[in-house]
């Protein structure tokens, strides 16, 4: 079996899994009464989403975590499936998912209901859990610090990697996060980007990488069988914000990391237009540059459905996918 056959089925298995253990987790979730909170200030059409079961990403973090310990423990008896090296990104999944999961909790059994926790609390996790992983990434696994596109040799960034390692984990944990208020569209969004990775991983030899941005693939497939529209389950910041990091330490661990703006080109319009939509509200004294941020509730209320806007921030998305591998292998 080739590695490319290999990394594919893997997503082909990794997506059974997840299907399969849907239905009982949604009944587990109605059980606890997990459900979305709606705030008032979003779009009305949002209301009818009121009490979908959120927390949604434990679906493909666990499949995930199960399938990679696994093919791991294969190498005991002398099989070499997945390396020790992407205990590193399963890791940061991990950890990340941890910390979306309280943030989710708070906002609906919490003392914040329906605001999560403080985000300047959310935030310090957010950096000491980045620069914990930037650090290994630096000093254990010793990744390669920067490709530039074009350029066939690796830019020696010294100890300014860990710092800037540090922001692009933290910044693609949150624009992810931010890209997650429709249904299906965080989901598509990341499974495009995942496959990106791990197209540019098969390239450049690093089939530990590739395999296990695959098994993201296929998980986020499955997960998309009961996110799409309407949502039978919301991924919240459990699956938005271990997504987002997980993203951003493949694209460091390759060292293609100057190409995840371009790869995530719809996260990063979410998150500008919330920058944006804050500092001209800020400098008019009360206006506002969008309808709504982020942006996909401003086409919200240009009257585009929530099928279009996902459609068509997908097709963005896979285009510029496309170019970014394009880049990589230039």
Excluded at 23 to 50: A, N, S, Y
Excluded at 211 to 229: D, K, P, Q, S
Aim: hydrophobic share 55%; aromatic share 12%; charged share 10%.
């Amino acid at each position: 079996m080739t590695q490319a056959s290999l990394s594919l089925a893997l997503a082909g298995f990794s997506f059974m899994l997840t299907v399969i253990w849907g239905e009982p987790l949604l009944r587990v979730l109605r059980h606890f009464k997990v459900g979305k909170i709606i705030r008032i200030e979003g779009p009305e059409r949002h209301f009818t989403k009121m009490g979908t079961p959120t927390m949604g990403g434990i679906l493909f973090v666990l499949p995930v975590a199960l399938v990679t310990f696994l093919l791991n423990a294969a190498s005991l008896v002398g099989f070499s499936v997945l390396g020790r090296s992407i205990f590193l990104p399963l890791g940061t999944m991990l950890l990340y998912a941890v910390l979306g999961a309280v943030d989710d909790w708070e906002g609906i059994h919490g003392k914040r209901r329906g605001s999560g926790m403080r985000a300047r609390v959310k935030f310090f996790y957010q950096w000491l859990l980045a620069f914990v992983i930037a650090y290994g990434l630096y000093a254990v696994l010793e990744s390669p610090q920067m490709y530039i596109p074009g350029v066939h040799r690796e830019a020696d960034l010294g100890l300014w990697y860990i710092p800037l390692a540090a922001f692009l984990i933290v910044f693609s944990a949150n624009a992810v996060n931010f890209t997650d208020g429709l249904d299906g569209l965080a989901g598509l969004i990341s499974a495009t980007a995942f496959a990106a990775y791990g197209g540019i991983a098969l390239l450049q030899g690093q089939i530990y990488i590739a395999r296990f941005c695959f098994t993201l693939v296929g998980a986020l497939f499955g997960f998309l069988w009961f996110n799409v529209h309407p949502a039978q389950l919301i991924m919240g910041d459990l699956g938005s914000m271990a997504l987002g990091s997980v993203l951003a330490v493949l694209a460091l661990m390759t060292g293609q990391w100057l190409l995840l703006p371009i790869i995530v080109v719809i996260p990063l319009s979410e998150t500008l237009s919330v920058v944006l939509q804050v500092s001209y509200f800020k400098i008019t004294h009360g206006k506002r540059l969008f309808k709504m941020a982020p942006i996909h509730h401003h086409f919200e209320l240009l009257g585009w459905s929530e099928t279009q806007i996902v459609q068509r921030f997908w097709l963005i998305g896979l285009a510029a996918a496309m170019l970014g591998i394009a880049l990589a292998i230039a």
